[in-house]
């Protein structure tokens, strides 16, 4: 008899067999990624050099003055002019400057611009002489009110005020009236960081208004007007910190009709803490909107699939911060983590996404001994000894070569963007291949946070701040200001946050979720259409961009119907903002995409380009 066999039975059971095994390999070997930067190619920082910025072009001329009080000792008063001159510097502004008190006389044709920051009332009367120069034909920026007195009284009529209740009154928070700083138009910010004191006028009809207060009664807080020359006053005292930059280098673009400056155009979203240790247990908050699920099986099911998939749809590629370990061992032998599954599959996965992975810590416990007196702030244990945080750092490169053994780590993230002052000198000694850190570009009062400027350090360490944070900057007005203020100055977004952000209640947990990934979402979504052009990168093609931009000399000289924006230092692309009353129609050796009404932005593709603009009538 002829026996036959049915083989299809078995096939079932192979196919499951074969797709375990898939699995358990890929569980074991990890998600195959390459590493293929979008913007450079791979590696491509600039070699480590002194270059000559200010005075590249040495025939520049200052054409802009700054008129202040040199015997003002105040602090707020010096905060006002160091925020003055970083902006004035970082847009390559050469300008010089001039005391009032100078015996010295001020001789204003040799400029263009001269801007005003004088509180003094006794000195208010010197000042004539500035508008006289302006009703002639000069540009004059008053970058803070001046205080009451009697003289100042005279001279708001010919700023563009048409009456004024005389004294100063208080005034909260901001209504954005025009389109002066991209993505703000309308928006009403401030109400509970913003509290000045402003004089309540109301101005000439053919002043243009682009702030006013936000506390309900629109008291004017920033305008220009034509007056010969031009005038731009901003009546408050409150634009004068690191995060109203954006302010100042607009109101200074106001001055002119043609200005030029560099910006490094770069947004960056880092996830810090990420990959790390998943959570274990089940956490209220998770399980109150996803019942019977664990932390851990919400971070990898729901989270992080919903962080791919807004990272696809925005075109977003994610700097992560890996830790090893949240033990807080401080003092050697220091714990190794055995378990490595959570950071092969999260950081595989983010690596073949396009995204980049840089160190946070060991641990999280920042690179201080207890002689900083830093960690102690935090609620953190000091490193016993320099030696043991430097065996922590070793000890997290070995780590990450373990698990991505073809992958250089190339960025430095501090743990609660904490660094200490002799960790920050050693760190580059270290940290085989370091090339980038990433602390905080506002302090927090009374907080030892690492506050930097993009820049280049003098080891070669690119300073790359992040600037904002959270999933939920809608709620956030003071996170909003920052950015929009960043966008104006260097047209970056450096926005961070963490995955257990929705497990903290201060941090927006009894929100859940849904909602923080759709205000998140929103903040994206904003950015995109306030900054046209604005490069999605990961953290070391931003600190590219910061090198050509750190490094960016630049030289412009307007003609009658064209603009000649000369750049040295020049490697292979530069770019810049133009702000310009006269509409460009054409550039040569550069590529231009318009931002807002009057606001461009430039790609410079050789060291000398020309923007034709439509020929006056």
Known sequence: MKHTYNFSLLLLPLVLLVALAVTLFVQRVGIQYTVEPKYYTAMQFLPQENVNVFDFFPDKPANTVVIYESDNAEKYYADIMENLYATLSDMRVKYDVYGVNSPKPLNLDAYQTAIVVVLN???????????????????????????????????????????????????????????????????????????????????????????????????????????????????????????????????????????????????????????????????????????????????????????????????????????????????????????????????????????????????????????????????YPSWSNTESAQLSMLELYTFAKGVFPDYNVLGYIPPSNVLCFDARRWLPLVVPNLKLIAGVYLPLQGLPVYVQEFSEASDGIVELPRVTSSYNLVDDEYMQWAAINEIAMHYVNSHFLHPDDILDPDRGAEKGWENLRDQYIKYIAWLQEAAPGLRNMTSSEAAMAVQRYSRLALMTELRDNSLEVSLGNFYDEAWLILRSTRKPVSVEGGVIVQITADRYLLQALAPEAIINFEELP
């Not at 009367?125 to 004059?140: I, P, R």
């Not at 020359?229 to 002119?256: E, H, W």
């Not at 919903?306 to 050697?332: F, H, K, L, S, W």
């Open 121 to 379: 009332p006794t000195k208010a009367a010197e000042l004539d002489s500035v508008l006289n120069w302006m009703y002639a034909g000069g540009n004059v920026l008053f970058l803070i009110r001046p205080d009451p007195a009697d003289a100042l009284y005279q001279l708001l009529p010919r700023v563009g005020v048409a009456k004024t209740a005389g004294a100063l009154i208080s005034t909260k928070g901001v209504v954005f009236t025009s389109d002066l700083l991209p993505g703000a138009e309308g928006r009403r910010l401030g109400r509970d960081f913003i509290d000045g004191r402003s004089y309540d006028v109301e101005l000439e009809d053919d002043c243009n208004v682009h702030l006013v207060s936000g506390d309900g009664n629109d008291v004017p807080l920033l305008w220009d007007c034509e007056r010969g020359g031009r005038v731009v006053f901003i009546n408050s005292d409150q634009f004068s910190n690191k995060a109203a930059r954006g302010i100042v280098a607009s109101a200074y673009t106001l001055t002119q009709d043609v200005v030029v400056y560099p910006v490094i155009n770069a947004s960056v979203f880092f996830i810090d803490d990420f990959p790390a240790p998943l959570p274990e247990g089940q956490d209220d908050y998770i399980t109150r909107d996803y019942p019977n699920m664990d932390s851990s099986t919400f971070f990898s099911e729901v989270w992080w699939p919903e962080m791919q998939d807004i990272a696809e749809t925005y075109n977003i590629r994610y700097t992560a911060g890996i830790i090893e370990t949240y033990t807080q061992v401080v003092t050697p032998p220091l714990y190794q983590q055995a378990e490595q599954e959570p950071h092969n599959f999260f950081g595989r996965s983010l690596l073949s996404m396009g995204g980049e992975i840089i160190f946070h810590g060991h641990n999280h416990v920042p690179l201080c001994t207890a002689a900083d007196d830093a960690n102690q702030q935090f609620g």
